[in-house]
């Protein structure tokens, strides 16, 4: 009975933490069947933490992946790593036109773990003293926001403290913007809109997660450097970490190399599901906040070389694992999210773009690790895609 109230427990938890979006999850129709099964393979870790983690589950993750495709996802790509050996699992297909299937290796839409990029290339720039981080957004920036907004600091963008709300999309529903996936939205034009509303309450009083912040620090990286976005994300933190399959696409609607199809599942009038394919996607209003297309095993490289300080220096490292002590509630860090279960606590990033969910989450140690892709057929509804769901509590139980 214990078990089972852990397990409930932590699905509560992760649902909490991880769900990805403000859109109601719609009525499902399963796909037609596609015959593809689940691969997975195992390795010893290469080092111990001072903490050991608990006994990997090879079991529990393989009977997470069993099943694909069907009515929430139609791939998933896992790796687990720590102290008791690393698993690499994958299932699904390609896409449902053809039933192949899933490339493990292939390249997907990370959504807001792009933050977890941003936020380290800012804190380098701190190291490197052209940024401070206690210093007015406003001073970078002239006259960015107006003179409706209190002074602003670069750290409370980073931990989502600053007060400035939700910039303008394309739409407010999958079909508005789904209409308009081939058209462009600056970030400027982001900017300009939430700064249009005002400000949502005084600076560092409250903390709440919005793209708005990490929109702003794309922009700030681009002052601060005179360079692109793009060219300093990738100088700062992508090449010190390896990642040569991650770039940012920009207004480039394409996913360049291999990749999985992504699909929204959509309800008609008659009371059926349509799988919409939403791979091609102009994504070039989410910046520095969501515009990065990656794989598992380049975002296994950014968690463990960034959590061992090769690419942030130690000093401006702390900020990520450093919560806003005087807000309650609070759970937000630079670029992180922390998450305790039975004591243990780990550090994660979760995004979401249509047809795409990712995770990184590890324990500051490293003693475990985990990274996922999964193909979710409602990327930004208000559930924990059950994929998902079950692949963490496999992983981090």
Do not use: C
């Amino acid at each position: 009975m214990r078990v089972r109230r852990r397990t409930a427990v932590l699905a509560a938890s992760l649902v909490a933490v991880l769900t990805a979006g403000p859109l109601a999850a719609p009525a499902f129709a399963v796909p037609a069947p596609v015959s593809a099964p689940a691969s997975a393979s195992s390795a010893p870790a290469s080092s111990a933490p001072a903490h050991p983690a608990s006994p990997l589950d090879v079991e529990a993750l393989a009977a997470a992946l069993t099943g694909l495709p069907d009515q929430d996802a139609t791939a998933a790509l896992v790796r687990v790593g720590g102290t008791d050996g690393a698993w690499r699992g994958s299932a699904g297909v390609h896409d449902l036109a053809s039933g192949t299937a899933a490339d493990p290796e292939a390249r997907f839409r990370a959504g807001s773990t792009t933050k977890v990029v941003t936020a380290a290339a800012v804190l380098r720039l701190a190291a490197e003293r052209r940024i401070d981080l206690d210093r007015p957004v406003q001073r970078y920036l002239p006259g960015l926001l107006g003179a409706r907004f209190r002074p602003i600091t670069v750290r409370q963008l980073l931990d989502h403290t600053s007060g400035i709300p939700a910039g303008d999309a394309l739409g407010t529903s999958f079909e508005e913007v789904y209409a308009h996936r081939f058209d462009t939205l600056t970030p400027q034009q982001v900017v300009a809109s939430a700064a249009a509303k005002g400000p949502e309450f005084r600076p560092g009083t409250q903390q709440h997660y919005l793209n708005i912040n990490y929109t702003i620090l794309g922009l700030l990286i681009e002052k601060v450097t005179g360079r692109s976005y793009a060219s300093e994300a990738t100088r700062l933190v992508l090449a010190p970490a390896g990642m040569k399959d991650t770039y940012f696409p920009g207004t480039e609607p394409r996913i360049a190399g291999p990749h999985n199809h992504g699909y929204q599942a959509v309800k008609r009038a008659d009371g059926t599901t349509e799988f919409v394919d939403v791979t091609e996607w102009n994504q070039a209003d989410r910046f520095a906040a969501g515009d990065m297309v990656s794989t598992t095993a380049d975002l296994e490289r950014l968690l463990t070389s960034l959590f061992r300080g090769r690419i942030v220096p130690a000093p401006q490292l702390r900020e990520m694992f450093t919560v806003p002590a005087h807000i309650e509630g609070a759970s937000y860090s630079a670029g992180l999210q922390r998450f305790v279960y039975e004591g243990k606590v780990y550090w994660l990033k979760s995004g979401a773009r249509y047809g795409y969910s990712a995770l990184i989450a590890g324990t500051r140690d490293l003693s475990r690790t985990l990274v996922y892709s999964v193909n979710s057929t409602d990327a930004k509804g208000e559930e924990m895609n059950p994929v998902a769901q079950r692949i963490a509590m496999a992983a981090l139980k």
